[in-house]
């Protein structure tokens, strides 16, 4: 007999020993005996001495999805921390590997000194790379003196992209000027979460991964780029780590909040894109965005999800 259908035994006829459990089951008291302490070590079942206690299967699959739950955050905790040590790392092994640097190199490394060192790398080298950009950014002081006209211009690139993503500072909510600024990006698209502790300033474009020449600035003067896939995949791992720990800032909403209040109105997607100011095509990015994030694959789906949420008032 399989353990399931020794376990459904065990739930319909109670034994209290193994040794009534074998008799019951019609099997050798020793594998009984085996299978017992299978069902134990699984959490279905509790046994001591030959005596067999049981407890309803939605407890103690609580008790197992809860250990387990533990288990993959300890897990994802750990691989966070070892990706972001080689994340660290890199820029400090990229200086050295530049003295051997010759033309016929496959992992191109692009390097920008100055204030505006970070826009400008993304400016020559990642603005077109990807439909995705996500980014850390630990310092905002910087965006408080940028210049509006090219504020403006560094906002227009984002328009066309799928995602674009910003982690910042917890501390950026009490500053009224920063989350004014925060608006008029999610205007654009631009989602934004909150997290305590950024590691460092970083962003990710397509295959492009920028990082400070010192581990930890929030906003370098001297940043680095590599073309490289696999180097902007471990920059993605870590960001989606810390994505998954963050937390949306109040009264901001998501970029796709407008479409849904047009659409639940009876206005068809492409209409309420055109009516934002919007092509359709980012309508479509937008949603599927909303999709993604809501973990469905249907617009009526999406719209129970958003309504669930508590976000579908109408303005």
Known sequence: MEDREL?????????????ELATTAHADEGEAADAVVRLARAGAISVRDGAIASATPAIWTADVVEREVRAMRQTADEAASRIEELV???????????????????????????????????????REESDTAWAVLPDL????????ARASRFAEMFTGKRSVRALLPRSMAEDARLVAIAKRYAAIGVEF???DDLPSWFWIDGGVLALPIEWGEGWPASVVGVRSASLAEMGRSLFRE???RGEPIGGVEPPWAPLLVLMKQGVTLDAASRR????????????????????????????VAWAADGKPTAR
């Open 7 to 19: 376990l459904e035994l065990i739930y319909r006829s109670r034994p209290k020993t193994v040794a």
């Open 88 to 126: 660290a790392d890199l820029p400090a092994l990229l200086r050295h590997w530049a003295v051997g640097e010759s033309s016929g190199d496959l992992v191109p490394v692009f390097v920008r000194h100055g204030p505006q060192a970070a826009e400008d790398l993304w400016y020559d080298i990642a």
């Open 141 to 148: 002081g910087r965006y408080l003196q940028t210049d509006p």
């Open 193 to 195: 979460r909150l997290l």
């Open 242 to 244: 810390l994505w998954r």
């Open 276 to 303: 934002l100011g919007i092509n359709p095509r980012t309508g479509r990015r937008r949603i599927a965005a909303a999709m993604e994030q809501y973990g469905v694959s249907t617009l009526f789906a999406l719209g």
